[in-house]
């Protein structure tokens, strides 16, 4: 069978026939993109107007930043199936990058909150610390599961893209 890949999603019986509806891959690798690309939209305007060294800005921007992870990383990872299924290695390089890219953006950005973390404990008024904890940790788990997840998707993909020896 030549032409495009295609994914087997469900059988269907009609009359005495199996018929095995398929999705291209390019329709999977298209709503990776869709997804990337809004989701990347929105993080990005996040930093927009940077205000670096104003602690509230820091703290709050790094911790919408990472709420605002899972749409760009949904789209990241339909993208690597799609090239790994796919060999498309202009694909797995593209997503690979991105995902090294991100995993900076994360580093740098825990590095910023973490710094100002002192400051915003000193700052809350005690009726309002267990709320700023609980968001310390959140934003802490979230930075150290999403480091983990972006490493692995640009080990993979990078992998993945390099030719055969």
């Keep these: 069978m030549t032409g495009t890949p295609r994914i087997i999603v469900g059988e269907e019986e009609r009359s ?3 018929m095995k509806p398929v999705v291209p891959f390019e329709i999977i690798t298209v709503l990776g993109c ?3 690309c ?4 929105d993080l990005v305007l996040l930093w927009v107007p940077f205000r670096f060294g104003v602690a509230e800005w820091e703290f709050g921007t790094v911790s919408r930043f990472l709420d605002g992870l899972p749409v760009l990383t ?28 991100v995993w900076v953006a994360v580093l ?3 590095i910023v909150y ?10 809350t008024d005690p009726g309002l610390l267990l709320g700023l904890k609980k968001g310390v940790v959140k934003t802490l ?3 150290a599961i999403y480091g983990v997840a972006y490493l692995v998707f640009a080990r993979n993909a990078l992998r993945m893209a390099r030719p055969a020896r």
Excluded at 38 to 41: E, F, Y
Excluded at 78 to 88: C, D, E, F, K, P
Excluded at 114 to 123: M, Q
């Design 108 to 110: 740098v950005g825990t």
């Design 74 to 101: 949904m789209g990241l990872a339909i993208l690597l199936v799609s090239g790994a299924l796919n060999a498309r290695a202009w694909l797995l390089w593209v997503t690979g990058i991105v995902s090294v890219l």
């Design 34 to 36: 869709a997804l990337v």
């Design 16 to 18: 005495g026939k199996t």
């Design 114 to 123: 973490a710094l100002d973390i002192p400051l915003a404990l000193k700052a």
């Design 141 to 143: 788990g979230e930075a």
């Design 38 to 41: 809004v989701g990347g939209l």
